[in-house]
């Protein structure tokens, strides 16, 4: 018999905790509403990189597997600027939007007037303070990516996500991409404080698994492209949440990203994996060898 | 974090019992009864991985497949009837002989064998010389396993894919269950999935459902086998695996449905 006591005690929901409890500790406040609002420009600028790509590969992933078609009703969850209102609204029948950032609500009603997008409509809260009493079921797909890092009752706020489709969840989380470049801006401005995690992936497919589902995943790669200026917003942003932002760390920033693309956009190759499960398809405990 | 689980010596440790109980001479005496299962389910499983690199937009009919573990044929063939030419791995003679059978029966001329464990083929000598090397429900073969997955890289020039149970049938875990055959709980799925993310390998998954047929005749003798792995086979055991296999069958076959999750990524 073969003892499997070392992969059936882990407590991936502790993990989970733990990573966010960890990040919590090194910052010295919290996100509120105006950051996000504040990085509704570079967020826009970011997901309409080369049309969209972003969302529209995560549209053609789950449409290839059947699990999105036009007749679809797509809740996304944080939204920011349109992610996947934008590329799934164009497509499908309907796109509801909760997002609760005034800046992020604004720019979705541009992007969205920008590409003719009407069939949508926005609840204007956190997640986790939407009633989906009168959501139940109402949905064919609920969709969510780079978010769900900000949960620390993660599965709570998962099953939610499940209640409200009839259909299939999606997660897209992100992956480590290798380059250094955050990594060394973050010991340049913050020293030897460790640097926070946002592990997303593959953190969430276990959680998943363990409860018991049966989650599919394809890997994408895509380009994202800012401005100079959208960039050193966005990390004013982040950076004032681990330390204050002072003339001399707002220098430091604008000298790495000049060294880092000079005065042209910043150009950044990422890769996210896409996650979808069928809320009502159950895993049977694995017994036995097959 | 998965970064404090050291994944590799979790799957060491985990197929071990395993590894030590099913050696090539196992395999051997499984032939007969694993071709039949082969056969009379048409290749479900390796129909089905097929299907998924079709579905995918990736199959080429210029495609040279390598499968590593063959067995009897369930990958190879199918893929020897839609690709140029499929190079099946197998050290078992009697399951070697199987396959070659079985693809003659089909009119199959495009398959050839390396007769050696994967652990003794030469990489160096077929470095980028497959566009998709498979190895299905045999990992557990390799207790160094990352580093037989990055020979199995070596070897590629497209993609690799790794299949492996994700759930076992219901039936065989009862069955095993009521013969006091515990085969532990090692779950190879998600720690082959955890060991290539730590490792930088970012596979994409898929669960693919699957049905395999046999005669009682083979699935009597499988589960025989399978109880001598532990333990001689006693009378009282031979009476009881006849009849339930008799009595859960439809017209002399039994069958069983299953789940295999299929991790596979594109070799950089």
């Not at chain 1, 597997?65 to 309907?94: C, K, M, N, Q």
Request: net charge negative.
């Amino acid at each position: 018999m073969t003892d499997n006591s070392l992969i059936s005690d882990i407590d991936w929901i502790r993990l989970w905790e733990d990573s966010y409890d960890a990040r919590s500790g090194i910052m010295r406040r919290d996100y509120v509403l105006d950051d996000w609002s504040e990085r509704a420009e570079d967020y826009s600028e970011s997901r309409k990189t080369n049309q969209y790509e972003f969302g529209e590969s995560v549209y053609e992933t789950l449409k290839r597997h059947g699990v999105v078609s036009p007749h679809a009703r797509v809740l996304e969850v944080g939204s920011g600027p349109g992610t996947f209102v934008i590329p799934f609204a164009r497509r499908v029948d309907y796109v509801t939007a909760v997002e609760p950032a005034e800046g992020m609500i604004r720019m979705i009603h541009q992007n969205a007037a920008e590409a003719g997008v009407k069939n949508y409509d926005i609840i204007p809260k956190l997640w986790q303070d939407v009633n989906i009493t009168e959501l139940r079921g109402q949905y064919d797909l609920t969709i969510t990516s780079t978010v769900i890092w900000m949960f620390r009752d993660i599965m709570a706020q998962v099953r939610r996500m499940e209640e409200v489709t009839g259909g299939y969840c999606c997660v897209v989380g992100g992956l480590g991409t290798g380059q250094t470049f955050e990594a060394e801006l973050w010991k340049e401005i913050m020293g030897d404080t460790p640097r926070p995690q946002y592990p997303e992936y593959p953190l969430i497919y276990n959680l998943l698994y363990m409860q018991g589902r049966v989650p599919q995943v394809r890997i994408i790669d895509y380009t994202s492209m800012r401005t100079p200026e959208n960039m050193l917003r966005m990390y004013r942003v982040f950076y004032s949440i681990y330390t204050e932002i002072t003339p001399e760390v707002e220098e430091t920033i604008r000298e790495a990203l000049y060294r880092d693309s000079g005065e042209g956009p910043c150009v950044r190759k990422y890769r996210s994996a896409v996650v979808w499960w069928d809320p009502a398809v159950r895993r049977k405990e694995l017994k036995g060898i097959v | 974090m998965t970064l404090q689980i050291d994944w590799e010596t979790a799957w060491a440790e985990g197929i071990s019992e395993m590894n030590r109980l099913s050696s090539t001479g196992y395999w051997n005496r499984r032939a007969d009864d694993y071709s039949d299962m082969v056969l009379a389910s048409d290749c479900n499983h390796g129909r089905n991985i097929l299907r998924l690199f079709e579905r995918e937009g990736l199959l080429e009919k210029e495609w040279h497949v390598l499968d590593i573990a063959s067995g009897p044929g369930a990958i190879t063939v199918p893929f020897a009837e839609r690709v140029e030419r499929v190079t099946a791995v197998e050290p078992a003679e009697r399951m070697a002989a199987a396959l070659m059978s079985y693809a003659e029966g089909r009119n199959l001329d495009n398959i050839d064998l390396i007769p050696q464990t994967w652990q003794d083929v030469d990489t160096a000598a077929y470095a980028k010389n497959y566009d998709l090397v498979i190895c299905c429900h045999a990992l557990w073969q390799f207790p160094d396993v990352l580093h037989q997955v990055r020979r199995m890289e070596e070897v590629s020039r497209g993609y690799c894919c790794l299949a492996h149970g994700f759930e076992a049938p219901a039936e065989t875990g009862k069955l095993m269950e009521t013969l006091g055959i515990n085969e532990g709980d090692f779950d190879q799925f998600i720690t082959i999935f955890n060991l290539l993310n730590d490792a930088g390998v970012h596979p994409n998954v898929d669960v693919i459902d699957y049905t395999l047929n046999r005669s009682v005749a083979s699935a009597v003798a499988s589960t025989s086998k399978l109880v001598e792995k532990y333990r001689p086979l006693s009378d009282s055991d031979r009476i009881f695996i006849q009849e339930y296999m008799q009595k859960r069958s439809k017209n002399g076959i039994y069958m069983v449905n299953g789940r295999m999750g299929v991790l596979w990524w594109e070799v950089a």
